[in-house]
């Protein structure tokens, strides 16, 4: 019945259907990115592969956070962020790893 509220009247704050199947995991619901964190968790996928399918990889790594722990979040934030330029004003790109 909820689920069908939020179609039927639209999304409001701390009212979305993630919330709504987040709720109703014990029935069985599911949602994309939840699938994706529990995959990672198994080493069925790994994280960066994880991250680069998410829906919200932001929140995605915050459910990874004990996982990742400091290093790994920022880790993951560096693979986000544009190509590192060597000094000089090269255009040479920083491979990271």
Do not use: C, W
């Amino acid at each position: 019945m909820r689920t069908r509220e939020y179609v039927e009247k639209g999304e409001s704050e701390g009212k979305s259907l993630v919330d709504a199947m987040r709720d109703s995991a014990l029935d069985g619901m599911q949602h994309f990115d939840g699938v994706v964190e529990k995959l990672i968790r198994e080493g069925v996928v790994d994280v960066e592969t994880g991250l680069a399918y998410a829906t919200n990889p932001g929140n995605l790594r915050l459910e990874l956070a004990d996982l990742l722990g400091d290093a790994g979040t920022a880790a993951a934030e560096k693979k986000d962020a544009p190509p590192a330029k060597a000094s000089g004003g090269s255009d040479l790109e920083i491979e990271r790893f």
